[in-house]
């Protein structure tokens, strides 16, 4: 499994079929901006095939679902033995909880296969990985927008805003680009710019 331009790849020689009993274990920690340390703030098992097989939806089935569109994953158990894949997954179409703030947060999680015929626990396979969040602050006026909200996720923008009315001509967008080098303490600005977003979206 390796990362490449915030993409996912993973190859998968599967030799044994996976089945019912197939538990996920997640551990969270984090490591603010400033700080040298992780810090463990959340872990959760979660039996895989129910997790398939229900109609109910939580973030981790969300999460899991969105690797369909980019490899050949079994969307219900058994999972027969196969070579399975994932191909330039795009690590920002992970669903990010609005309560999480800005610093570098690892996920590890191991894969367990056990059966109600033995108490015996196969270890699949662990792995670990981080990923950088920053969130932005955004300041709307209520009479135009219900949410806007923007953050950035391993190098990857996303902004989400909820409109209440159409804007005319006249919706000017202004944006000041600015920069801070090593350990200095102030930004610097770089350039900034102002434009028509109809005229830009006709």
Known sequence: MDYHDTKLNADIDL???LQSGLRLSMDFSTRRIRSSSFTHFYEYSLDLCNMLSTQKNNIFKRWFST???YGNFKRACPVPPNYYYLKNYR???LEVPPFLFAGLFRLEFQMIQSTAQSKKKDHIFSCESSVFFQSGECKFNPKFFD???ISTFNNTVNLEMVTKRSFDRGFNVHADFSIKMGTTNRYQRVFAHTMDVQLQWP
């Open 67 to 69: 690797f369909y569109n």
């Open 15 to 17: 030799i044994k079929q």
């Open 91 to 93: 690590i920002s179409e």
């Open 147 to 149: 949410n806007f909200t």
